[in-house]
């Protein structure tokens, strides 16, 4: 996922400033791609206005500097489905935020294309614990100095358990989020002070 994807969905939803895209980044996308710069999203919308994918117009603002107001144009919305709908490989880490970007652009997808999209994580994710829940931990024996075997071990078997709670938690929120997708029983949120970000 790059962050061209991530600006296009954004100003896609509805146009924006460079600076409004930066607010929701430090706020709301910050789980989806940390630490963001402003020059990277002014360098990442300059390159995509080259290209095409965005349009802006001038907001003149008396006694202030100006600002640009960004939208998505036809080709950037191609670019931005191909992304979104194009295919999806699970990474090696739930953690990594590709499937909850996706997840948070839901808006463009049909119930059955997000449907789609939650059963290939649901089966990469089940695969994983298959395959990895019960392997061998053990700690081999080495000339390592000064390297306590008992606590690598001890800490390894705390990791693994917290590993397991929450892969755990996640299969069964996708088996949830499938079934309320399923069913067409997804609950609205609740209206909060910071919709209007």
């Known amino acids: 996922m790059k962050l061209e994807h991530l600006l ?46 965005v349009a802006y117009s001038v907001d003149e603002r008396p006694g202030a500097q100006d600002a640009k107001i960004y939208r998505v144009t ?5 670019v931005f489905r191909d992304w979104l709908e194009g295919p999806y490989t699970p990474p090696s880490r739930f953690q990594d935020p590709e499937f909850a970007a996706r997840l948070g652009f839901a808006g ?9 999209l939650v059963e290939i994580e649901l089966e990469a994710r089940r695969e994983q614990v298959a395959k990895y829940r019960f392997r061998d931990r053990t700690i081999q024996e080495g000339t390592a100095i000064e390297f306590d075997r008992a606590l690598a071990a001890s800490m390894g078997e705390r990791l693994h358990q917290h590993g397991t709670q929450q892969i755990d938690l996640h299969i069964a929120q996708l088996e949830e989020l499938r079934r309320e997708l399923l069913d067409g029983t997804l609950p609205a949120p609740a209206p909060t002070a910071s919709a209007a970000l």
């Open 108 to 116: 463009y997808l049909t119930p059955e294309k997000l449907i789609a």
């Open 8 to 53: 296009l969905g954004l100003i896609g939803e509805m146009p924006r400033t460079g600076y409004e895209i930066k607010k929701f980044l430090d706020y709301h996308g910050r789980f989806l791609r940390s630490n963001t710069t402003m020059s990277q999203v002014y360098r990442s919308l300059s390159s995509m206005a080259d290209r095409g994918w």
């Open 74 to 78: 036809a080709d950037g919305m191609t």
